[in-house]
């Protein structure tokens, strides 16, 4: 539970981090908690790496608010339009007075994640939080002060309601029921109710109360949580939250785009299962029509009809993202999962999806010039596009492995690297594709040519092969090295640099005959390496690591970021034109300069010139792009 919890639409950024989100929009940090005043319009979502955001019309344009916290926040507890408090990790409490403008952080004295935090609905002074290893505080200032409360339990408590100040449940994992009669003064277990971890509760009347969990786990109580029911839920779906209206209208959403809806009190639930099942961390409802859910990789949704069906509130699609690539300062194309393509002209600020002509996960993507691009990807699959990515088309070929990387030259000769060391050369624009020996099984995850003779490929177990020949002979290099290569790159003919797991980055001087490991000061696993120039080098990695270095990987600055998701992938062409991506679709633009270093802008043909995007996205040329269906506002009367 703890890895789940923890880690026009306005671009979400920080902007003493210097980065901007281009996809999704408005960002793509987790959201772990929803809420709206009682307008139904105005509402706040909170999350990952301190993200908050506000809605004045439902949810269908957002910003962010500055929430002065770094960290994950996890709840949020709307008293009206004006005051609200946030929980989130290591103790965080953030109080505001006028409705998020400015935030206050509150001393709790506590370290412990704080996963819940609710209020006395009838008494706004009184509140409680609740986190790791039995964690419960309590406030009767509104939220300003906080002690603690003895719950005598180590079970991690995820979540907390009360139905007046005196009387409240928590629950947590290993099955934890806690219930009090007297604000919290005295909390009771009541074990053998349940196993799994319970994730959410929430009174439905002064008596009643619903609790969800893992495994499609249900239970009910009729008075107050001395005794407990089970309740057949039809799903064994992860349940993370729990949303009731009155006594009888509630919901539940959790993993794999769940949501479950009841209309008699919870004695029967009905499953809908959201497109691209996206894993819904929270759930709340206005009235018996109007409800909002939230979760993975920043996804919004909303419902008109309770429940029945639901409208994605946020931009973009969330697959993950395996390589970015930009021709000039302004063109641009990423590919990930399920055949996804997507490409900007406006330098990210925005991004379009192409249609794809298949569903496998596409790897690495590269342009030789402003007409001829080549994708590969799993299975075999090897795409090519010669008018610039607008269209692509699938080459039947006798490619049967994974393909990571890919590699070309001039217009006719390119080379494929893939699973057990696989390597495919054409050399008449992939009309025909022939295996080169390699005499290795390793795989393969990326290759760089130099010149129609000197090319490097590395890979898994340490693997960096060479070639001088154009990939007839291909030479292993000998570093002793075991640890899994990632991503290659070469500023010139003779300097490179490689990323690999655990932080490994090396360079070579002399067009890869030799390698020198480079400290990194990271110990997480670099997936891609992008440079300027010679000197000018950025690498990305595990939990959102951007790391950066301007003497040649002598020494490197951590940057800070605004995201915990891996990065995969990074495009660099000096200054702040820096583009990197990752898992959920991420994407992320430098706002600000890295280094003074620029690279020349590439003529461009009619068809690719112009700022504003020109082409349209796929699915306004009645392309599928399996998304959910974007919700759109109500027309006016």
């Given at each position: 539970m703890l890895s789940l919890l923890i880690p026009s639409i306005s671009h979400a950024q920080d902007?003493?981090?210097?980065?901007?989100?281009?996809n999704p929009l408005p960002q793509g940090n987790s959201i772990n908690a929803i809420k709206f005043a009682p307008d139904k319009r105005r509402g706040w979502a909170v999350g990952g790496d301190g993200v908050v955001l506000v809605t004045n019309d439902g949810g269908f344009d957002w910003q962010e608010q500055q929430s002065t916290a770094n960290t994950t926040l996890y709840s949020l507890y709307v008293k009206d339009r004006t005051h609200l408090v946030i929980a989130g990790a290591r103790g965080t409490i953030l109080v505001t007075k006028n409705g998020g403008q400015k935030w206050i952080a509150r001393k709790t004295a506590t370290r412990d994640h704080l996963f819940a935090v609710t209020f006395a609905p009838e008494n706004g002074m009184h509140g409680w939080a609740v986190g790791t290893f039995g964690a419960i505080l309590s406030t009767i200032d509104g939220g300003l002060t906080w002690k603690s409360q003895t719950s005598n339990t180590n079970a991690h408590l995820f979540s907390v309601a009360f139905t007046d100040a005196k009387n409240g449940i928590a629950v947590g994992s290993h099955g934890t029921i806690l219930v009090t009669s007297n604000g919290g003064a005295e909390w009771k277990a009541h074990g053998g109710v349940a196993s799994e971890v319970l994730t959410g509760v929430t009174f439905t009347s002064a008596k009643r109360a619903v609790v969800v969990g893992y495994r499609g786990t249900i239970l009910q109580t009729d008075d107050a949580g001395e005794t407990w029911q089970s309740i057949p839920s039809l799903v064994t779906t992860d349940l993370y939250s729990v949303a009731f209206i009155d006594d009888l209208h509630g919901w539940a959403a959790g993993e794999s785009g769940v949501v479950l809806t009841t209309g008699d009190g919870g004695h029967i639930w009905l499953p809908v299962n959201v497109r691209t099942s996206p894993r819904l961390a929270t759930v709340y409802f206005a009235d018996e029509s109007v409800g909002w859910a939230a979760g993975a990789d920043g996804l919004v949704l909303r419902t008109d009809d309770g429940g029945l069906s639901w409208r994605r509130l946020t931009q973009g699609g969330r697959d993950d993202l395996a390589n970015i690539f930009f021709l000039d300062n302004t063109h641009g194309w990423a590919v990930g999962e399920h055949g996804r393509i997507l490409f900007t002209n406006s330098g990210g600020k925005h991004w379009t999806v192409r249609p794809s002509p298949t569903n496998a996960t596409l790897n690495a993507i590269t342009f030789l010039d402003e007409h001829s691009g080549?994708?590969?990807g799993d299975k075999g699959t090897i795409l090519h596009s010669v008018n610039g990515g607008v269209t692509w088309t699938s080459l039947k070929t006798p490619v049967s492995e994974s393909l990571f990387g890919v590699s070309f030259i001039n217009e006719k000769k390119g080379w494929a690297v893939g699973s057990r060391g696989a390597v495919w050369y054409t050399e008449d624009e992939g009309a025909t594709w022939k295996f080169q020996q390699t005499n290795t099984l390793?795989?393969?995850e990326d290759v760089k040519f130099i010149d129609e003779l000197?090319?490097?490929?590395?890979?898994?177990?340490?693997?960096?092969?060479?070639t001088e020949d154009g990939g007839q002979n291909w030479k292993r290099v000998d570093r002793n090295l075991r640890e899994w290569l990632y991503a290659l790159a070469f500023a010139d003919a003779k300097r490179g640099y490689i990323v690999g797991a655990?932080?490994?980055?090396?360079?070579?001087d002399d067009g890869g005959e030799t390698w020198k490991d480079l400290e990194s000061g990271v110990t997480s696993n670099l997936f891609g390496i992008a440079t300027a120039n010679r000197t000018d080098v950025l690498a990305v990695g595990d939990q959102g690591k951007i790391?950066?270095?301007?003497?040649a990987g002598q020494t490197w600055e951590l940057q800070e970021s605004i995201t915990s998701s891996s990065l995969f992938s990074i495009a660099y062409r000096g200054g702040n034109n820096v583009w990197v991506a990752g898992r959920?679709?991420?994407?992320?633009?430098?706002?600000?300069?890295i280094a003074t270093v620029t690279l020349p802008v590439s003529r461009l043909p009619p068809m690719l010139k112009g700022g504003v995007t020109k082409i349209p996205d796929a699915a306004a040329e009645g392309f599928?792009?399996?998304d959910i269906p974007k919700a759109l506002p109500p027309k006016k009367p």
């Open positions: 902007p003493f981090k210097g980065w901007q989100w281009q080549w994708i590969v390793s795989w393969l000197h090319g490097v490929a590395i890979g898994s177990g340490g693997t960096i092969l060479k655990r932080g490994i980055i090396l360079r070579t790391i950066y270095s301007k003497d959920g679709g991420a994407i992320l633009r430098r706002v600000e300069p599928d792009d399996g």
